[in-house]
């Protein structure tokens, strides 16, 4: 079942889809931050490495399943298959969004 996700969200999702560090990038506020694995990304330019880097390691695709709100955040599940240690394996990613576009974003399982 298809979820309707917020604008900047949905180009995240469909930027990750199509393996564009770019358009990810893209999505997030000029000063935006990623939490993933531990380390945090600032700033577009750190972000778009951040999705080469992913994209160069692992192929994989995320299907998001549910949304909601948590602690002041959009939190969306996704469905993650690929050849990562541990897939499939569901993944929870919350956002904080300012201005159409997304502030922060931390990724976990």
Do not use: C
Not at 57 to 65: A, D, G, L, M, V
Request: proline share 5%; hydrophobic share 40%; net charge negative.
């Amino acid at each position: 079942m298809a979820i309707s996700l917020p604008t900047s969200i949905q180009a995240y999702f469909d930027a990750d889809r199509a393996r564009s560090p770019e358009a990810v990038a893209a999505a997030f506020a000029e000063n935006g931050m990623v939490r993933d694995k531990g380390q945090t990304h600032r700033g577009r330019d750190a972000i778009r490495d951040w999705m080469a880097g992913e994209d160069q390691q692992y192929s994989y695709t995320i299907e998001p399943f549910h949304i909601g709100t948590k602690d002041g955040m959009t939190e969306v599940i996704g469905h993650a298959t690929g050849d990562f240690p541990g897939s499939p394996i569901d993944l929870r990613f919350l956002f904080s969004l300012a201005d159409n576009r997304i502030a922060e974003l931390e990724i976990t399982v």
